[in-house]
């Protein structure tokens, strides 16, 4: 039977229903076909972090396009992707020394993954080959980054193909996992204690590195983990040798208040992958940040990191990324993200913190989520089925509010949430925009 003639020749992400286009953009609104404005309140998967055409980044572009638009890393650097490293490593900020310049997050985690075992193998340990991730986590869509999430559902289809090399300990998510009587310093105990007995399982000289989200965005909504984890953590991986990979790929590049969100857990990543708000959607580009041990043990070494795609560090992607995060260091806007953050917070909790059916309200910065549940008292999640988070979605759209939702899980273990990160540059006015139309949705949703 031949195709309907209306279907789109794109494979979108629903191949049933098309998208409206999007045709233009400024400041925190996108602007589609016919002329209707959506007010862009998580920067898409927290990406826009300067929002739409911000004009000097889209000046960055066109500059480097006249300049030079290509140069195969094989042969060349670039000016960009020099003055880009520096701005991000120059001054060694947790001993991190090196950028790897790639094209989005998936890919700066599966290079941080092989990084991670080249270094073993630099210093003749072939044996450490094990990964430890965590439950409820994303790393991206390829298939060592998604052997490495723990978010079950995206999984699951995919099995046959995903390599056993990880294994998965709980997730630092207070709300669904912290247990009654338990403060928090006995809970980051338990969690510290389970990863521990998970690196003896394993053995200890097996382990080459364990992976964890900073702050956990999209699987369970802008958890942030409890106090001393990251430290605990930290402890655990230096006293069994194995290395510390932090995926800020969406908390990262100041969206939690700081430009990496480890500054505010006392402790520093050995490798770090980022993407999203290093370009701000302008471009596609991502990175893996390289702490001076595992350059060095490279460059004593073999030499050379085995893995390289044809976009390694291309030159227009990191203009652009040169020129997002020289504006958010010129304009200031890591003050803006706490102080739009903690106004953003005050009015979802305003609006939200008597709800029936929200939950929780968390997160840090401008990377904030709330929790549906069914019920309150026993934070009993809506039954999955119901696509609560779809519904809610639907309906701020229709109100003119773009947000980010995330589906419940059928053992309970989270609820549906929705997330907010609006661009870094959002107005007073506009996060009680936000907050007025989303209220709006989850009453009509639920
Ligand atoms: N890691 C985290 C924490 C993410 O949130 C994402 C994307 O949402 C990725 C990795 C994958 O990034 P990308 O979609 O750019 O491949």
Redesign the pocket.
């Known amino acids: 039977m031949n195709a309907p003639v209306t279907r789109s020749r794109v494979l979108h992400r629903s191949s049933r229903t098309a998208p409206p286009l999007a045709v233009g953009g400024h400041g925190v609104w996108l602007v589609e076909q016919g002329g209707r404005e959506v007010l862009d309140a998580s920067g898409g ?2 990406v826009s972090c300067l929002g739409h055409q911000h004009p000097r980044i889209v000046e960055a572009i066109k500059r480097q396009a006249d300049r030079l638009c290509y140069a195969h890393t094989g042969f060349f650097s670039n000016e960009p992707a020099e003055a880009l490293a520096e701005e991000l490593v120059g001054h060694e900020p947790g001993g991190l020394a090196q950028a790897y310049f790639v094209s ?6 599966e290079a941080a993954l092989k990084l991670a075992r080249q270094y073993f193998l630099e210093l003749g340990q072939p044996r450490r080959s094990r990964y430890i991730a965590r439950r409820q986590s ?5 298939l060592g ?1 998604l052997a490495a999430g723990g978010n079950a559902g995206r999984r699951a289809p995919y099995a046959p193909l995903l390599t056993d090399a990880f294994s998965h300990v709980s997730p630092a998510f207070a709300y669904r996992e912290q247990q009654q009587g338990e403060d928090e310093a006995a809970f980051t105990a338990r969690l510290a204690a389970e990863l521990e007995a998970e690196f003896q399982r394993l053995g200890p000289d097996t382990v080459a590195a364990f992976v964890a ?1 900073t702050v956990v ?2 699987t369970a909504g802008c958890v942030p983990a409890p106090a001393g984890y990251f430290q605990a953590v930290r402890e655990i991986c230096d006293r069994h040798g194995a290395l510390l990979i932090l ?1 800020e ?3 990262g590049m100041g969206r939690t208040g700081t430009r990496h969100a480890w500054e505010q857990e006392g402790i520093a990543p050995d490798l770090q ?1 980022i ?2 708000g290093l370009g701000g959607g302008y471009q596609a580009i ?1 990175a893996v940040l390289v702490s001076a041990r595992i350059a060095d043990a490279v460059e004593r070494g073999s030499g050379a990191f085995q893995h390289g795609h044809t976009y390694l560090a291309h030159p227009i992607a990191c203009a652009a990324a040169l020129e997002v995060q020289r504006v958010i260091r010129e304009d200031g806007l890591l003050a803006q993200v706490r102080s739009m953050g903690a106004r953003l917070e005050e009015r979802l909790t305003e609006r939200f913190g008597n709800h029936a059916h929200i939950g929780d309200i968390r997160g840090r910065g401008l990377f904030q989520a709330i929790e549906l549940v069914a019920d309150r008292s026993s934070r009993a999640p809506f039954d999955p089925a119901l696509k609560v988070h779809q519904r809610i979605k639907d309906a701020a759209f229709a109100r003119g509010l773009g947000c980010y939702p995330g589906g419940g899980t059928l053992d309970g273990q989270r609820g549906d949430h929705v997330l907010l990160a609006p661009p870094y540059i959002v107005s007073a006015a506009e996060i009680d925009l936000i907050v007025e139309r989303l209220g709006e949705a989850v009453d009509t949703a639920i």
């Open positions: 998967a927290a989005g997050g998936s890919e700066a985690v994303y790393h991206g869509n390829t980054a989200e965005g999209a995926d790929v969406m908390s992958a993407a999203k991502g």
